[in-house]
């Protein structure tokens, strides 16, 4: 549980550094077309279900939900990782190299 709590201030951290250097990914991940994946897949799928699941199972006793909650959040984790590095690669726009000596750089590899 304090994993993907952790994981989640990573992604914070991530997406301020991500705000200032590439406004527009951030902005299509926050508000844009990708915000109903990021809200409801990455963090609610992949990162709350599995934080509530976790929470319930510690709090309740030992039993067959017990043995079983560790698969279910491990299947949220798993779907949510996916979805992460999915939504990291859909957001990445291709934006001008600032640079400050005078030459032309041709787009494309």
Partial sequence: MFL?????????????LVFDRA???AR??????LSGLFWGGFLGAGLLVPVAIEFYSSVRDAGVSQSLAPL????FLLVGGFLMRLLIL???????LMVRT???VR???
Avoid: D, H
Avoid at 4 to 16: C, F, G, H, V
Avoid at 28 to 33: S, V
């Fill in 72 to 75: 279910v959040a491990g299947a």
């Fill in 90 to 96: 859909a957001a990445g726009i291709r934006s001008p």
């Fill in 102 to 104: 005078p030459f032309k």
């Fill in 4 to 16: 993907i709590i952790a994981e989640a201030i990573a992604i914070y951290l991530y997406l301020t």
């Fill in 107 to 109: 787009p494309g590899f």
């Fill in 23 to 25: 406004p527009e990914a």
């Fill in 28 to 33: 299509l991940l926050l508000t844009g077309k």
